[in-house]
């Protein structure tokens, strides 16, 4: 069983900076792609960032130049580093991973999400 839980979302202000955390735990061989979403009331659910298992990354125009993700393979963790927040990216960030499992698939995993409220 592979589980993937989110931390670090909060209130803060518009400017502001946040970090958000996904640690995924449990047995498995190895983690491929690890992606960041997010989820507003009324809206669809956007891919605000993915990361490769080479370290390719890749962002929403909406978010360009001002969040940045990483991971550390060691600790099967995937960051999200959050800047010059704006009141629309108030959201749910949901962290989702391809997963190598230990038979050999590639198995798609969702955190249950973390909230994000930036006010202005």
């Known amino acids: 069983q592979v589980q993937l839980v989110e931390s670090g979302g909060g209130l803060v202000l518009a400017g502001g900076s946040l970090r958000l955390s996904c640690q995924a735990s449990?047995?498995?061989?190895?983690?491929?792609?690890m992606n960041w979403y997010r989820q507003a009331p009324g809206k669809q659910r956007e891919l605000v960032a993915f990361?490769?298992?080479?370290?390719?990354?890749n962002y929403a125009d909406s978010v360009k130049g001002r969040f940045t993700i990483s991971r550390d393979n060691a600790n099967n963790t995937v960051f999200l580093q959050m800047n010059s927040l704006k009141p629309e990216d108030t959201a749910i960030y949901l962290c989702?991973?391809?997963?190598?499992?230990?038979?050999?698939?590639?198995?798609?995993?969702w955190g249950k999400g973390t909230l994000v409220t930036v006010s202005s």
């Open positions: 990361i490769s298992s080479g370290g390719s990354t």
């Open positions: 989702n991973c391809d997963v190598r499992t230990v038979f050999g698939r590639l198995v798609n995993y």
């Open positions: 449990g047995s498995f061989l190895g983690i491929g792609t």
